[in-house]
């Protein structure tokens, strides 16, 4: 599969490094593989690894979501094809694909997955020192003693 | 000792709510030997059950019940059912509250007279002035230990301060300093100093933070005359024939209904489950809702002119580290029409984790532009701006007869459009904001929108005059004597401060009153 830096098997979707791979049941590894990259372009952080992309959406792969998720894929594949590309996996430049999730910017699709990644990605707590969040400090007995005013450049 | 009164003990005073409002005159009146049942519609988490976890606390502690918005204001836009972020819990939002304990000024007391007509403002004086107020101005401070008054020290300012403070100088502000703060700066009233934990708005587990849930909730409880009821969420108030309310109908956990008698009833719920219970206590006798032949009631609504400024810069901040709201730039709190708007506003600092800031920098926004600035993340400051925002009679709490809550209630709906004295205020703000960060070598500035309104206020506004408002100057209801509203519904009008010392300053105020009243049989 090109495009991202996924690999597609039969059953599972596994990243290019082979250091996380995800089995999925309702929907194909096709289409968990074109919602992890939809996931990655519409929050793109390059610091942050496949397999926390996959966490975010892998909520999707529910009897409930599948026919959702296999309609919302099918219309951005559609507007790859329209764009000349085999599908929406397949079209190698970033921008390109944003100005595809531009035109679909209104859909119910587009809108669930872009609102349920706020959560879904950035409340990971093994995302957060990605960001160099540190998050509570209670077990430590606050930042009183660790850092709170440590500023040296202001 | 905590009390334990019967259901149809007609002698007791019965609070609704245990925030700053109720959960002090609680306290106050208990203190004074008067019998309260106060009704919760939250459970008891206290310092130990807190969590330094943003969305699982906002799943813990927060008001989540059924609500809807309206008007053209961007919260209703991007959290349709999320017009507030207060908490339902004993303790109410003060034990989400920053804690910044700032008095009124003089002239925000009579704006109507000190603004003049501003078109499409209902701008009403308050019927009491600052001179009123200052003796319980005194022992709110007091009470809430405030930092830098009587003596108490301010609070070590983080690094988010520091960088806020070079460039606020840099600008030429001169009031600048890390706050009034109802936060321990060194240990008292049996509770610690601040510890820099952050968290601040997840409710404070060193107790460093002033909260009526673990100071004035147990110390009436102690006296023998407050019993707190938890759970017991409060669906209609009853009057009797006279037109006196006399009881309130309440659901418990279990969702089964009772009717605690009363001998004087107080409402403090917040700015939009105070009109709407008023409302939703409509009877034959009374139409269109108790106190309401004014028509005021759930009429302006108003939320504070709110907005944030987050800045990047080329090195670490680390914001999230120590107190949230750890500093204040007050020189644009003064009425000053020459920069195009009336009234005023604060800088404060504020600080968000990397998972409300996902939610709120900018909701909505997706892509790269949003995602280089989380990216910046580490290197960020950030700021909030609050200042007075305009009363309006056609923003206001309704019920919304078509979505009910659990209870099979009408929901409130929240209807707000922006003022344009606010839209100039908040451009104006955002402006002098990113001035400050960039004065300190912000490399990028991101205005940010509101969030859900955390300073509900003015829906059952306190005037002079019965036809003008919903209550008296001492939050006596104009129709019903022995009804009261203890919140910050009472507020004629929002003044830039944060609201919860006048809150704590009038609840104090009310429980003399009060007090003095039921001695003299007058109600």
């Given amino acids: 599969m090109m495009g991202a830096s996924l690999a597609v098997g039969s059953s599972f979707v596994a990243g290019s490094s082979a ?51 296999a309609n919302g894929i099918q219309a951005i594949d559609a507007a790859a094809q329209g764009r000349g590309y085999a599908d929406y996996l397949s079209v190698p430049w970033e921008a390109d694909r944003v100005e595809i999730l531009k035109s679909m910017e209104q859909s119910a699709f587009f809108q669930t997955i872009r609102g349920n990644l706020i959560t879904g990605l950035y409340n990971q707590q093994d995302v957060w020192p990605l960001f160099g969040y540190e998050g509570e400090s209670y077990t430590k007995g606050g930042y009183l003693n660790h850092g709170f005013d440590d500023i040296n450049w202001i | 000792m905590t009390a334990k009164f019967e259901l149809n003990d007609d002698s007791v005073v019965v609070i609704i709510g245990t925030g700053a409002g109720g959960g002090t005159l609680a306290n106050e009146l208990a203190q004074k030997g008067i019998n309260v049942v106060a009704l919760e519609a939250g459970g008891r988490h206290l310092p130990q059950d807190y969590q330094n976890d943003e969305w699982a606390s906002f799943g813990q502690i927060s008001w989540l019940d059924s609500r809807t918005t309206s008007g053209d204001w961007r919260v209703a836009k991007d959290f349709a059912g999320l017009p507030s972020w207060i908490v339902k819990a004993v303790g109410g939002s003060t034990v989400h509250w920053a804690g910044a304990s700032l008095r009124f000024q003089e002239h925000e007391f009579k704006t109507k007279t000190v603004y003049g007509d501003v078109l499409g403002a209902n701008l009403l004086d308050w019927p ?70 952050g968290f601040c708005f997840q409710g404070c587990k060193f107790g460093a933070k002033w909260s009526t849930a673990y100071t004035e909730i147990p110390n009436g409880e102690a006296t023998g005359h407050l019993e707190v009821r938890e759970h017991a969420h409060v669906l209609r108030i009853e009057h009797d024939k006279n037109g006196r309310v006399n009881g309130v109908l309440y659901a418990d956990k279990d969702g089964n209904q009772h009717l605690q008698k009363a001998r004087i009833v107080s409402v403090a719920g917040n700015s939009i489950e105070s009109p709407r219970l008023l409302l ?20 302006n609504y108003m939320r504070h002119m ?138 990028r500035t991101y205005p940010t929108p509101p969030y859900p309104s955390t300073h509900n206020l003015g829906t059952n506004r306190m005037s002079a005059k019965p036809s003008d408002g919903v209550v008296n100057k001492w939050g006596q209801s104009h129709d019903i004597a022995n009804l009261f509203v203890s919140d910050g519904s009472q507020f004629t009008t929002g003044a830039a401060e944060n609201p919860t010392l006048t809150i704590v300053a009038l609840a104090i105020r009310q429980a003399d009153f009060i007090a003095e009243q039921m001695t003299t049989k007058a109600i």
Wanted: hydrophobic share 35%.
């Fill in chain 2, 306 to 443: 709110t907005a944030s400024v987050y800045a990047a810069f080329d090195r670490p901040v680390r914001m999230w580290r120590g107190t949230t709201m750890a500093g204040i730039v007050t020189d644009e709190s003064k009425h000053d029409p020459s920069r195009g708007f009336v009234g005023g506003f604060e800088f404060e600092t504020l600080s968000l984790g990397i998972p409300f800031m996902a939610a709120f920098l900018n909701p909505g926004a997706w892509g790269r532009e949003f995602t280089s600035a989380l990216d910046s993340y580490e290197n960020m400051a950030g700021m909030w701006l609050v200042g007075e925002d305009m009363p309006q009679e056609t923003n206001r709490v309704t019920l919304n007869h078509d979505v009910k809550d659990q209870y099979g209630l009408p929901s409130p709906n929240v209807h707000f459009d922006d003022h344009p004295n606010d839209t100039a205020m908040r451009a104006y703000a955002w402006k002098k904001g990113a001035e400050i960060y960039e004065a300190a070598g912000a490399t």
């Fill in chain 1, 19 to 69: 250091a996380w791979a995800m089995e999925t049941q309702h929907v194909s590894p096709k289409q968990m593989a074109t919602l992890i990259q939809m996931a990655r372009d519409i929050y793109p952080h390059n610091q942050i690894a496949d397999e926390y992309y996959a966490r975010a959406v892998k909520g999707y792969d529910t009897a409930e979501s599948a026919g959702n998720v």
């Fill in chain 2, 128 to 197: 009491i002035g600052l001179s009123e107020l200052e003796p319980y101005y005194d022992l709110a401070e007091k009470k809430l230990g405030v930092t830098r008054t009587n003596g108490i020290p301010g609070l070590p300012g983080n690094n988010n301060y520091k960088v806020f403070e070079a460039g606020a100088k840099k600008v030429g502000y001169k009031d600048i300093h890390t706050g009034r703060m109802a936060i321990n700066s060194e240990p008292r009233d049996g509770r610690p100093a601040c510890q820099q934990t």
């Fill in chain 2, 280 to 299: 939703n206590s409509a009877s034959s006798m009374f139409p269109e809702g108790l106190a309401n032949s004014s028509g005021q009631v759930g009429r």
